[in-house]
């Protein structure tokens, strides 16, 4: 039976992604940045299909989501750069991953990889701008001169030099030529000092899309990977992306109601005229933002907005007066929050709108609480018949 509400991934449509920014990446390769749970799309499977679509690479921020990966069979070359001292690093050297390092890490990958007698992979990664993690510029030149040290030692092989955008999904803005001389700066003087790297990386899914200069050997893309636009004033469709997750589930309830009847908490909503009320079973404790009030859904080929206060676990429509001839909507009638936006339909756009925030967090949100259905997996071997 199929879930009562699901959030549908479309593997093809990740495929289709990916293969859209290798074309406008290359000869540059891509890194599929499968972080949060493949931004709720599904971390394994996501990585799967962005594999066999051409992406080279992965890109995660935890060592514990390499991990996972990694304890899921995948053995593409894989990158985690978000650490603490209580990151497991002897985990992630065992199992081959590589490691971005802005600074003190670098101390504690070496202990592990002369404790296991096993050279670790770095990418050091530099501070062009974003003010997060990276080595500020004043620190380069000594991260850069204590990782040669340590891989004249045999201990790790630096093979990367990285580096994040601040400001590359609004391309007018000067900053992100800012960071690019930046990073250029550190490139020359860690080549100076011995570098060779395999990949300088620096792109986002934005840059990507608008910045050919910012390519260098690699790209990191997330979010166009999963079909969404990074841009405020394009679409996906724009983009030549297709948004891969929809969220869809059933009418829960549908009654009749007089006019002025108070809609949920706060009763912040009555209705202008006897109407019909459908229930929707999504709220807030499944990733429905509690402020996205006014967001739409789509029933039975009509938009409708959400109406009253999103509650933990239900939201509520107005269907209006019944509108002769039309397909009413039912118990049981199909919902979709937000998909491919195909025909019209809501979009995850409409959704980040209507909450004050960007798609990323839209789909990110999605709770464990809604079932994942993945649709199109041509990652999965086709037996050949006979
Ligand atoms: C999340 C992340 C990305 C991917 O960014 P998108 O805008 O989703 O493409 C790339 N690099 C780093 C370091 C990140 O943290």
């Known amino acids: 039976m199929r879930p009562e509400r699901s959030a549908v991934i479309d593997l093809s449509a990740i495929q289709h992604n990916i293969r859209r920014l290798a074309a406008v990446a290359s000869p540059a390769k891509v890194m599929a940045v499968v972080k949060a749970d493949g931004y709720g799309h599904g971390a394994i499977p996501a990585a799967r299909a962005a594999l066999t679509a051409g992406a080279t690479w992965l890109g995660v921020a ?13 053995d593409a070359p894989l990158l985690a750069w978000l650490h ?5 690093f002897g985990a992630a050297v065992a199992a081959g991953i590589d490691l971005g390092c802005s600074g003190w890490e670098l101390e504690r990958i070496a202990t592990v990889a002369r404790d296991q007698e096993r050279p670790a992979r770095v990418h050091l990664k530099i501070d062009t701008g974003l003010g997060r993690n990276g080595a500020t510029a004043a620190s380069w030149d000594r991260l850069v001169g204590e990782a040669m040290e340590y891989q004249d030692q045999g201990l790790l092989r630096v093979v990367g030099i990285f580096s994040h955008l601040a400001v590359a999904d609004e391309p007018r803005r000067p900053e992100t030529d800012q960071q690019l001389a930046a990073f250029r700066e550190a490139l020359a003087t ?19 899309l ?22 405020s004033d394009q679409t996906s469709a724009d983009l ?36 019909t009320l459908g229930l929707i079973p999504l709220g807030y404790g499944d990733g429905i933002p509690r402020v996205a009030s006014g967001g739409p859904v789509r029933i039975a080929g009509t938009t409708y907005p959400v109406v009253g206060r999103i509650a933990m676990d239900q939201m509520v429509v107005d269907l209006g007066g019944h509108a002769e001839g039309a397909d009413i909507a039912g118990v049981g009638s199909e919902v979709e929050i ?31 609480r809604v079932p994942r259905e993945y649709v199109n997996d041509q990652a999965k071997p086709v037996v050949e018949m006979q």
């Open 62 to 74: 935890h060592i514990s989501e390499a991990l996972a990966l990694r304890d899921a069979g995948i």
């Open 84 to 88: 603490t001292p209580e990151s497991n």
């Open 190 to 208: 860690a080549e100076d000092a011995g570098v060779d790297p395999e990949v300088r990386h620096l792109a986002n899914t934005p840059a990507t």
């Open 210 to 231: 608008s910045r050919p200069d910012t390519h260098f050997d690699l790209v990191r893309v997330g979010l166009g990977m999963y079909g969404l636009s990074p841009f």
């Open 240 to 275: 030549g992306l297709q948004p891969a997750m929809s969220l869809r589930t059933v009418v829960a309830q549908c009654k009749d109601v007089p006019k002025d009847q108070g809609v949920s908490y706060g009763l912040h909503y009555r209705t202008a005229d006897a109407s």
């Open 338 to 368: 937000f998909g491919s936006g195909m025909a019209g339909g809501p979009t995850a756009d409409d959704w980040a709108r209507a909450a004050g925030t960007i798609n990323y967090e839209i789909v990110t949100r999605i709770s464990s």
